[in-house]
């Protein structure tokens, strides 16, 4: 318009894009299937174009009529990270592209076994998985149960199942996971070794159960198999059947300790180790027990017996209770009979003192030792390290020593030391 002179108009035609889909997604995703999912487009069209690739899988193309709203893949690559794409078609017109992504579910590589199978324990292990896997997720247990659980990381290739019963069969199954989504599962499924006795309550029992190696065991107090404990068994030493409570040998566990120590244990059971007051006062209670103490010192060895063995309740201070003699060492512990037991917090001695601050352990001290095995380790000066006075004296710290117990009516080999 130039004043009130208007110029001829200039017409053009033009045609919107057709209404495109939207929502799309991936359901039911499986190792080698899947279904893409998506909401229709509002306005009318021909048909839709869906495709999907994953690296190093060649793209698929597929046409389906408008009103479909799903579709069903198969013969996917398990444990791939897909693309999708979807658009509509209005004759020679296409919408703009709606994508999303989808990863397949990943059943396990073969090889999951069950191996070195016993009464209570077996060895589960699987290949590696590599790429794609974050963790694993171990579920095992016997039919009618709950299944226990384990989560294990991406590195793990093994797991020793415990406290399994003898004589059952179980089931187990792995998962990978990949964050928290789990993956399909590989499953195996074994029997325990059963044996005479299903709930052994000492090492006696494990061993007429055909144990034979001096090795970590369940026990089972009062034979109650709800009340499992984890304890090392001397099978070796004079017809076996020992459960070791204190093992001194490398100064690596420090065994000046507090009263809560004591009473729940301590170290590594392989190792040195002090397997808890409360422990042996459960253990002594539901039989009746013989003390071995084994001493070494290079190519040097003593011994020292006593036909009975307690160790009274928290209510009486974990009160140590012995029988007769017998033995190499020298009658030294008898010294402590009847002694209440000490640590650097808990003063039940009757010195003037605290003997354990003194003499840098936790013991039965009376007033206040001759016998110090829980002392500090190496240490020669004058009652200060692992004493037994009637072998090698109060300079001395002795480098190994053992004690254990064991049922005083168990049937042992004749004794050779």
């Known amino acids: ?38 909401r229709l487009a509002t306005a009318p069209i021909d048909h839709y174009v869906i495709s999907y690739k994953a690296e190093g899988v060649p793209a698929v193309r597929k046409t389906v009529s408008s009103n479909s709203v799903e579709l069903q893949l198969a013969g996917l690559r398990a444990n791939t990270v897909y693309t999708a794409e979807i658009y509509s078609v209005q004759g020679a017109r296409r919408s703009s592209s709606v994508r999303g992504s989808f990863t397949t579910d990943s059943r396990l590589q073969s090889g999951l076994t069950v191996h070195d199978i016993t009464s209570t324990e077996a060895l589960v292990s699987w290949e590696s998985q590599g790429a794609g896997v974050t963790g694993y997720l171990l579920l095992y247990g016997i039919k009618g149960d709950e299944l226990q659980q384990v989560t294990l990381d991406s590195r793990t290739t093994n797991h020793q199942l415990q406290q399994l019963l003898p004589g059952a069969k179980y089931t187990v199954r792995l ?107 459960q253990l002594t209670s539901q039989q009746h027990f013989e003390l071995r103490v084994d001493l070494r010192a290079g190519d040097e060895t003593a011994y020292a017996t006593y036909d009975n063995f307690v160790v009274e309740g928290a209510s009486m201070k974990y009160q140590l209770g012995l029988g007769k003699y017998a033995g190499t060492a020298g009658n030294s512990l008898s010294y402590h009979r009847g002694s209440n037991f000490t640590t650097v917090d808990m003063d039940n001695d009757n010195a003037l003192t605290n003997c354990a601050v003194s003499y840098r352990g936790g013991w039965w001290y009376q007033n206040c030792h001759r016998v110090n095995l829980n002392g500090e380790y190496g240490n020669n000066r004058d009652h200060q390290g692992v004493n037994w006075f009637g072998w090698k004296g109060f300079e001395f710290s002795i480098p190994f020593t053992e004690m254990k117990m064991r049922p005083h009516t168990f049937s042992r080999a004749t004794r050779t030391e």
């Open 1 to 38: 318009m130039r004043g009130q002179v208007e110029s001829p108009p200039i017409l053009d035609r033009f045609t919107t894009a057709p209404d495109p889909p939207s929502h799309l997604k991936a359901i039911n995703v499986s190792e080698s299937q899947a279904i893409l999912v998506w």
């Open 175 to 281: 998962h990978g996971l990949r964050d928290s989504e789990r993956m399909a599962a590989v499953t195996a499924h074994f029997t325990t070794v059963p044996v005479h006795i299903p709930y052994p309550k000492n090492c006696g029992e494990e061993l007429s159960n055909g144990r034979t190696d001096s090795s970590i065991v369940t026990l089972y107090l009062n034979g109650n198999k709800e009340k499992p404990i984890r304890v090392f068994c001397d099978m070796a030493t004079d017809g076996g059947g020992w459960i070791v409570f204190q093992r001194r040998m490398n100064g690596k566990i420090n065994f000046t300790r507090t009263w809560k120590d004591y009473v729940a244990g301590f170290g590594d059971l392989t190792e040195e180790h002090w397997l808890g007051l409360e422990k042996l006062n």
